[in-house]
């Protein structure tokens, strides 16, 4: 009865494997090496067992410390965007104004000033820019035109006439890469070092030091290394889907979004590639005239 009492109550291997072990461990001498047996052999067990746990927790910390770690570089990294208040109001930015300025970064000018600072990206040629410059001069409009390395290379006659006629060019960057995932001073540098070059051996004269982010995508990181270059970084506060040029934007909703979301000190973000914005700048820059509105510089901004 001894025998089946510890078999019930240590082992619990039921009636049936209670049984067979008796049958064939009725010596106590060799019950208690088997005994002694299952008992490191459960510890072993045991210690394995919590060593997977272990491992297990620990795969799980640092996969959370990883994600951490990506949410916190992804949140450190914006995209430029702007909400809009009442009509004719400015609108609000990712970031304030007085944030910027820390790093010598603007994207408005004086609420109370009825003045539109005209900008243009310009990625590549394809035939608008003409016809953009054309409205410029007659309405002796000035604009600043960021350009990427392509666009120097590939049309130096047209920024050679953005400088004759008195107008300011910027660096958009050689590549336009997602500059908020650059994180080496010294590959930042080179983008801008390289459309500065460039812009040199092509019009003979120095380029602005006027920066706007591609894509308008920018980290805190992007903007210190921009103004430790001696940047200003131009944002804007007024911008429509123009650069799609297989769905470009018909005469009436350029019109409606430009003229219904203007606003004193508005700095605007065209593309050089619209057809739309070749085509009706002239009536766009006579329709903000009779507004009220005068055309500045956005050397104007820069405090």
């Not at 609420?111 to 394809?126: H, M, Q, S």
């Amino acid at each position: 009865m001894w025998e089946q009492s510890i078999f019930t109550k240590v082992w619990e291997f039921g009636k049936d494997g209670a049984a067979m072990v008796k049958k064939h461990y009725k010596n106590g001498l060799m019950l208690g090496v088997f005994l002694l047996a299952m008992f490191f052999l459960g510890r072993s067990i045991g210690a394995i067992a919590f060593g997977l746990h272990l491992q297990r927790e620990m795969s799980i910390r640092e996969t959370a410390g990883s994600a951490l770690e990506n949410t916190q570089a992804l949140l450190s990294a914006e995209n430029w965007g702007l909400g809009f208040g009442s009509e004719g109001t400015q609108p609000s930015g990712t970031a304030s104004s007085d944030k910027l300025k820390e790093y010598n970064a603007y994207y408005v000018g004086d609420a109370g000033e009825k003045k539109i600072y005209l900008t243009f990206d310009c990625g590549y040629e394809n035939g608008n820019t003409s016809q953009i410059l054309d409205a410029l001069k007659k309405h002796d409009a000035p604009a600043t035109f960021f350009v990427v390395g392509h666009f120097l290379e590939s049309a130096p006659e047209m920024v050679k006439r953005m400088v004759e006629e008195g107008h300011t060019v910027g660096n958009h960057t050689y590549h336009h890469y997602d500059m908020s995932k650059i994180s080496d001073p010294a590959v930042f540098q080179k983008e801008m070092d390289d459309v500065r070059t460039l812009f040199q051996e092509t019009t003979g004269t120095e380029m602005a030091m006027y920066y706007r982010p591609p894509q308008g995508k920018y980290s805190e990181t992007n903007l210190q290394m921009a103004k430790d270059l001696g940047y200003a970084t131009f944002f804007w506060s007024l911008a429509y889907v123009d650069w799609n040029v297989d769905a470009q934007p018909s005469h009436e909703e350029a019109f409606s979004k430009l003229t219904g979301r203007i606003h004193p000190g508005a700095v605007v973000l065209l593309h050089n590639t619209s057809k739309t914005n070749g085509e009706i700048l002239d009536e766009l820059l006579t329709k903000w005239e009779e507004m009220g509105y005068t055309f500045g510089k956005l050397e104007e901004l820069v405090q």
